[in-house]
């Protein structure tokens, strides 16, 4: 028998107090003298909870939580700690760097659990804290993401400041000699991941082939990416793109609902065409231009799919992503359009284990050169989301897309936090 909603967050609740006691210890210094700080998110409350524990992560996430990944990185130790409380009553945390905020909330009945983490002193990295004055649980958020802050607050949540303060990462950005470009913690390359991918652009080089390829984290900005700047036909990629414009501009499709969930859904040439008849071809170009794609073009009066680069899909689907996170008018009903598409090797593969937007497209092989194979979208890791774009000139040929997106998938959680589990196991074509 399936426990109900209000069953299920009494479970989560209590399971998570149960975790928080066993697993709250205080911090040690190491010898890399910082800490990745894991946050989640409790589905039935809307708490975030934040912990340097991999134990209490990994345990949250087995009754329920869902793990966002890291949020910042901590240091070890410093004359700043910060404290962690906890509310028996509304079952929420608070976490302060200020002494007297910690007494007052325990005289107001609140648990103290102790020094959690500590806050960096030099100040390199600000952590900020909005407020949600319309929730008893789930009041608070932290994060050093100035675009994440932004989407909250323009919501009507308040800006409270800095919480407190993170270090740096440590990333570098450094491009192999095989032309890839990493994102990330120094010493990646030499990654088991980063070679998988490596292998998987390679074999299609191999093969006379042509690929562009962007991966980009949308909480951390770590990223991966090949000949990003080299423009590909998009083929039927372009309709995610063309809709979303339609959707935000004008709020809903109106009367040409039918049309927009028809092009995305299930890719119908008949409907897209009908749209940009309605719709026309300047807005989507001002659209493109405004969000990271000015170099995007049609080559030809008579086509209505584009010329752009990995680079510039990967930059309209951040647009996308910050517009849906905003709660902009539309996005919830493009997201629905995007979690049910067909024919796409990221569906096919990645949807078993996570949600996953993604349009495809592909032209066969032909004289004229507009031969392509692409999936794009957004996919909602165990650890966090990112774009995912992969455009090739193969002729409608999906297969070898699959090891290369099982691969960048792989490649997303060793630098990330998540799953390095190949899925390619029992893969097909359709999801």
């Known amino acids: 028998m399936r426990a109900n909603r209000h069953q299920s967050q009494a479970l989560l609740a209590t399971a998570a107090l149960a975790l928080v006691l066993t697993f709250l210890a205080p911090v040690t210094a190491r010898a890399a003298d910082a800490q990745s700080m894991w946050r989640l998110y409790n589905p039935y409350t809307g708490e975030h909870l934040y912990t340097a524990s991999t134990s209490e992560r990994n345990a949250l996430a087995e009754i329920g939580w869902q793990p966002e990944g890291v949020g910042w990185i901590a240091p070890t130790s410093s004359q700043t700690p910060v404290y962690r409380l906890f509310n028996p009553y509304v079952d929420d945390h608070h976490y302060t760097t200020s002494v007297d905020e910690c007494v007052a909330l325990v005289d107001a009945g609140w648990r103290d659990e102790g020094i959690c983490w500590y806050s960096d002193d030099a100040k390199t990295v600000e952590v900020k804290r909005q407020f949600n004055p319309y929730e008893q649980r789930g ?40 032309g890839i470009t990493v994102g990330g913690p120094e010493g990646f390359t030499g990654s088991a991941e980063f070679q998988r991918v490596e292998q998987a652009i390679s074999s299609v080089r191999a093969a006379g082939r042509d690929i562009g390829v962007v991966m980009y984290d949308l909480h951390s900005g770590r990223s991966l990416s090949y000949n990003a700047n080299k423009s590909f036909y998009s083929a039927s990629t372009a309709k995610a793109l063309y809709c979303a414009m339609i959707l935000e501009n004008y709020g809903s499709a109106g009367a040409n609902t039918r049309l927009v969930e028809a092009s995305l859904v299930d890719s119908d040439n008949a409907s897209y065409g009908r749209l940009v008849d309605i719709y026309g071809r300047p807005q989507f170009d001002r659209w493109l231009a405004a969000n990271g794609a000015p170099s995007a073009y049609h080559p030809s009066a008579a086509l209505d799919y584009l010329y752009i680069s990995a680079g510039e899909t990967a930059n309209a689907w951040e647009h996308i992503w910050n517009w849906w996170l905003s709660g902009g008018a539309g996005s919830s009903e493009f997201a629905g359009y995007m979690r049910r598409t067909h024919h796409s090797a990221m569906g096919g593969l990645l949807r078993k284990r996570y949600e996953a937007w993604c349009k495809p497209g592909w032209y066969p092989d032909s004289p004229v050169g507009i031969n392509a194979t692409n999936d794009v979208g957004i996919v909602f890791s165990d650890c966090e989301p990112y774009v995912l774009v992969v455009m090739t000139n193969y002729g409608n040929n999906f297969q070898p897309l699959f090891p290369i997106i099982d691969s960048l998938n792989a490649c997303h959680g060793a630098l990330c936090g998540g799953s390095t589990e190949s899925l390619l196991t029992g893969y097909e074509t359709r999801s």
């Open 139 to 178: 009041t608070h958020n932290y994060t050093y993401s100035q675009d994440e802050a932004n989407a909250l607050v323009s919501r009507g949540w308040h800006d409270e400041g800095a919480a407190w303060y993170a270090v740096a990462r440590g990333d570098v950005t450094v491009t192999t000699s095989s």
